[in-house]
């Protein structure tokens, strides 16, 4: 297993739960991790503004007994000796794997110039810890965040609800949430604006320099405190191994999940993309790792038990926003992630978002001695 976030964490437990007694003695799970707590990215913002003091667990309250956790870091994968090699704290080993479930998640992007030397990432809980000081490092601070995305809107918010001194500003290169309703975007910035925030919306930001940012269109803004939440990348562990990848570096898959090029290699979560026929809805983050994650638990399965893996099906249910501790907005979709005609809002979706992120960590976590015990809903129609 290589990854331990919500793809990897509940794929462990899933196949580790649903061996039979006579399977035990012979499966042997070892999950690799760079660190030794899990990382619950779904609050990360929460962290960035100081709304929490901690997004981590250790993954010994997370894992299965059975699984014997090795913290270090994968860096290339022999497919053809099935090996791969980790480098550790003690320096780099080599492991042999019969199967392997690829889950090794996402990483915060900084595709605009200065950005990782004046910004802190959102994606990476180190950066969101950085931030959190920052931001707590004087009153009146002016804290821009990039990206008009889901995680954008969310710090945005959080920052300037915990910060009521702070003058916050999203920037955001298109339209605020523009894959949303056009409903939904006005009821969101109507609370980003009750909140204090404000929003530059359709402005690219070309560069950060130390303090300030350039806009596309001649503005500079500047700011005490910068947050990166514009987009994710993948790690290059596939693309460096030779393995088969898109422009992105995503691990191609059939549609079992199985590496086109090495059908020992089974992949979940954010870094594999899978056909069209069964992934085109697909979207990064939880929503997709964990039921990608058992179902990769259950194409391994099959393989040790000598059986056809079956197909992959995912579908959604909602799309879910915190606007701050207060507010939320819920927007329910259809399997394939578009829009129905209903949402929730205020006070009430803030408690389904908390509810939502508590089930998110119990899944795996229920795994660990009931196999099962997550289920998602199927996606959509698959043409035969």
Do not use: W
């Not at 690799?32 to 981590?56: K, M, W, Y």
């Not at 309703?181 to 404000?198: C, D, E, M, P, V």
């Amino acid at each position: 297993m290589i990854g331990a976030g919500y793809a990897g964490a509940i794929a462990t437990n899933r196949l580790l739960a649903s061996l039979t007694e006579a399977e035990r003695p012979r499966v042997r799970v070892r999950v690799v991790n760079p660190r030794p707590d899990f990382v619950e990215r779904i609050r990360l913002h929460q962290l960035a503004a100081g709304s929490r003091e901690s997004v981590t667990v250790p993954l010994s309250d997370v894992l299965h007994e059975a699984a014997e956790l090795i913290v270090g870091s994968a860096k290339m994968i022999n497919p053809d000796d099935r090996e791969v090699t980790v480098a550790t704290a003690d320096g780099e080993t080599v492991l042999h794997y019969d199967h392997m479930i690829y889950a090794v998640g996402s990483v915060g992007a900084a595709p605009i110039p200065g950005a990782r030397e004046h910004a802190f990432l959102l994606a990476d809980v180190d950066d969101a810890g950085r931030a959190a000081t920052a931001i707590n490092g004087g009153r009146g601070q002016r804290v821009v965040v990039v990206g008009g995305g889901l995680t954008g809107v969310e710090a945005a918010s959080e920052i300037a609800e915990r910060h009521g001194d702070a003058k916050v500003i999203l920037v955001s290169a298109g339209p605020v949430l523009g894959f949303m309703r056009s409903a939904a975007q006005r009821s969101i910035l109507r609370s980003l604006r009750r909140l204090g925030a404000h929003v530059e919306a359709g402005v690219a930001v070309n560069a950060i320099e130390d303090g300030r940012i350039k806009l596309a269109d001649g503005r500079k803004i500047e700011f005490d405190v910068c947050v990166m939440a514009a987009s994710f990348a993948v790690p290059d562990l596939a693309r460096v191994s030779g393995l088969a990848v898109d422009r992105a570096g995503r691990l191609r898959v059939d549609q079992c999940l199985r590496a086109l090029d090495a059908p020992t290699v089974v992949a979940a979560g954010d870094a594999m993309v899978a056909p069209d026929a069964v992934g085109r809805h697909l979207r990064m983050g939880c929503a997709s790792a964990l039921p990608l994650g058992a179902h990769a638990a259950g194409t391994v399965l099959a393989a040790v038990r000598g059986q056809e893996p079956t197909r992959v099906s995912v579908g959604y249910v909602v799309q879910c926003i915190s606007l701050g501790r207060r507010r939320g907005y819920i927007q329910v979709v259809k399997a394939d992630d578009t829009p129905r005609p209903l949402h929730l809002g205020g006070r009430p979706a803030a408690m389904v978002k908390e509810a939502i992120c508590a089930m998110v960590l119990d899944a795996p976590r229920n795994e660990r001695t009931k196999a099962g015990s997550y289920s998602s809903p199927k996606g959509p129609r698959v043409a035969a």
